[in-house]
């Protein structure tokens, strides 16, 4: 157990301390985690528990950002037997997600006729500002490289499959994959 002095505490931002916590072994699951949707009302990803989900590391302005189609179709083709697709937007790579929520949440409306569930833009990359849920993505042994980046979640909540950037959604792996996820007690 650590033990933190009055300094220490001081020396170290609130959220600083909620990433080591939710990166630590107190959270097992990744539906263990709280967040906020796309437009800021709070998340709970405990709803997901028993739901094989697909955690991409979205923006719209990228040369992986046609992978949209495919996610969402992913999303609409497989939601009712317990899969969903989870969008986390972030601009870490070449500042290609920089939009509001407002303009993200219509770009993927308009552009792809997104219907899979978006959440409050993230930091992906390893540092004081990493968002909790990457925090313990990355426990996993990989972080994004690039944006569209995929983690493919059991129904516990328990990282199984890290996917590259370039691994699309109609990747014959990616999809034995989810197809084997879902068929796992």
């Not at 990166?23 to 796309?38: E, M, P, W």
């Not at 302005?61 to 969008?87: I, M, N, W």
């Not at 303009?103 to 004081?128: H, L, N």
């Not at 944006?147 to 990747?171: C, H, M, Q, R």
Request: aromatic share 12%; hydrophobic share 40%; proline share 6%.
């Amino acid at each position: 157990m650590t033990i933190w002095t009055r300094p220490a505490l001081t020396a170290l931002s609130l959220f600083t301390v909620f990433a080591a916590l939710a990166a630590g072994a107190t959270v097992s699951s990744f539906y263990d985690l709280k967040t906020s949707t796309l437009l800021g009302k709070p998340a709970d990803l405990g709803i997901y528990r028993g739901t094989v989900t697909l955690v991409v590391n979205v923006a719209s302005f990228c040369g992986y950002t046609p992978q949209y189609q495919g996610l969402e179709k992913l999303h609409r083709d497989l939601s009712g037997k317990g899969f969903a697709v989870l969008g986390f937007p972030s601009n870490d790579f070449g500042e290609q997600e920089p939009g509001s929520p407002q303009e993200i949440a219509e770009f993927c409306k308009r552009t792809y006729d997104v219907t899979f569930p978006m959440f409050a833009k993230v930091v992906t990359r390893s540092g004081r500002q990493q968002s909790p849920i990457y925090a313990f993505l990355g426990s996993s042994g990989h972080l994004p490289a690039w944006n569209f980046s995929k983690y493919l979640i059991d129904k516990t909540g328990k990282v199984i499959a890290f996917y590259p950037s370039d691994v699309t959604p109609e990747s014959p792996e990616l999809q034995r994959a989810i197809m084997k996820a879902l068929a796992a007690k």
